[in-house]
């Protein structure tokens, strides 16, 4: 579903991602690992039209992606969360949803006359998805941390994407959330078909969610693989541990 080769961006001489490679099929849930600065959001952001790359190719569904801006990759089945929460704080729980499916149906030009009335059972249909459907008239500021997070993750859905990225989501959690988010990012997968790629710094999550991962070190891809290959894989020890001879988990 997602074919990404030799991607390349640099900031003023640094080479934030250089010569990144991964390959997502249909139906997986795909991590992206690495130590902190080694160019994981930035992949995400070259990847879904965020920032252009330098160099290197992405592929969505067989198509040349590259350099598309955002707007037109989320239109192609492609959505994503972010690292720091970006909802509206304004707006309820299920406005923020309803916005994002107005968006896909292209009826954001009229959003705010009769949009009370738009979209109700889609959005509804979301928020009972992710579990937020009982505090759906909350306004979004009022949520905790955790539930800004899945929040965010709902908004991603109202594109109705086929592909879903997701940048840290349970950064900054307590365990009770999580747990949830786990069985939600599960869910996703399991029950509505969604393929998932996501970085995140738990290894412990990483390890029980992934059918396969890719190790980022540098802005460079040092491996692709099961958790087994990349558990034991001496280079990944180096980045991790300072070369430990011990496995991963």
Known sequence: MLEVTSLQKSFDGFKAVNNASLSVKEGEVVAVIGPNGAGKTTLFNLITGVLKPDGGKVFFKGEDITGLPSYKVCRRGMSRSFQVVNVFPRLTVFENVQVSVLAQQKKTWNLFAPSA?????????????????????????????????????????????????????????????????????????????????????????????????????????????????????????????????????
Do not use: W
């Open 117 to 249: 009335k738009l979209a109700i059972g889609e959005t509804e249909r979301i928020l009972e998805n992710v579990g937020l459907v009982d505090i759906k008239d909350a306004t979004s500021a009022a949520l905790s941390h955790g539930e800004r997070k899945v929040l965010e993750i709902a908004i991603a859905l109202g594109g109705s994407p086929e592909f879903l990225i997701l940048d840290e989501p349970t950064a900054g959690m307590s365990p009770e959330e999580t747990t949830r988010c786990i069985d939600l990012i599960k869910q996703l997968k399991e029950k509505l078909g969604i393929t998932i790629l996501f970085c995140e710094h738990d290894m412990e999550i990483v390890f029980s969610i992934s059918d396969r991962i890719m190790v980022m070190v540098r802005g460079s891809t040092v491996i692709e693989g099961t958790c087994e290959d990349v558990r034991c894989c001496q280079e990944v020890q180096d980045a991790y541990l300072g070369g430990s001879d011990a496995c991963l988990m």
